[in-house]
């Protein structure tokens, strides 16, 4: 498809900076990583210092609470850091489940300073102690976060806006709080539980649903999907396949080319195949 491959175009180009922010939780403490190790899906003690790994917070009934990455600091603490606005849910959260240990959160406001294309990974510094700095590990294309509490856009890279991230997120499959993500979502439905889940650690909050999933080959009603059209999506449009109503538009982008969007997809659906939104032809795909 002649519209999908002008998107994908944009992957292949030199790296460009994007200004955002990010929501940021301090854990320190000498119970941190015992307190940690009980709330959140990934395996804690395995995250080296100045590491990072991605992990869910869930709520009790194994639904998403929210998705983020935790760092390792050198000392006894950890930085969680959010997409924007949703810190405040995962503050109180933490705070709900923090009995009896030895350790203190806070919740600060970050800038986040995304470096997407080719030369990215020039910007990582290994050697940053009280920010956070890692590669992106998107799939289609080279990335690199850097998250602090004041940064600058290094010189010689060109800064794009936020509408452009928000179009290789969507290319490469890449969720949103709020958007794909909430307090309905259940983790196997994302295409995140690989990254995000251990299933070799002790328990944790939430972690009764994830587990019989898995057991039973994660099969859930519905599997985010890309779709692509040569018209405009808008979010909350309705997905459609031979007259069924089978799931709606999460996050959408639209220029000339057409449209790229997200959408949960009834796994009845097996991709890749054709539907309308809103009487609008698709191609609905799996995740890169």
Partial sequence: MEFENLYRETLQTEASAFSLRRDVLRIYGIDSETFLQGQV??????IEARKSKWSFILNPDGKVLAWLRITRLPDDGFLLDVDENAGEETLKRLLRFKLRVQCDISLEKWHWLAVRGKGAEQY???????????NANWPLIEGVDVVSASIQVPEGLVEESSQKFDLLRILNGVPRMGRELNA???PAETGLVDQSVSFDKGCYTGQELVARLDS???????????LYSQDPLIQGGIIEVAGDNVGKVTSSYTDTH????LGYVSRKIEPPTKGTVNGSQVHIKVLP
Avoid at 216 to 226: A, C, T
Avoid at 258 to 261: E, L, Q
């Fill in 41 to 46: 899906s990934q395996d804690v003690t395995k």
């Fill in 124 to 134: 990582l510094d290994s050697a940053a102690t009280d920010l956070i700095s890692t």
């Fill in 184 to 186: 309905k979502t259940i």
């Fill in 216 to 226: 039973r080959g994660n099969k859930v009603s519905k599997h985010l999907r890309i």
């Fill in 258 to 261: 057409g449209s790229v969007a």
